[in-house]
């Protein structure tokens, strides 16, 4: 779903060739910078 979405890209993982990295795209970093943003207003 989020690869989809393009928030997420998998990677073969170059020291470990059996596992992958997950890592956010351009669009997945903005949306979590925003997310942050909005946890942030709802804090104490």
């Not at 351009?26 to 709802?42: D, P, Q």
Request: proline share 5%; hydrophobic share 35%; charged share 35%.
């Amino acid at each position: 779903m989020l690869e989809k979405k393009n928030l997420i890209v998998r990677q073969e993982n170059p020291e470990e060739r059996r596992s992958q990295l997950v890592l956010l795209t351009v669009e997945g970093a903005e949306l979590r910078k925003e997310m942050s943003r909005l946890l942030e207003t709802l804090s104490p």
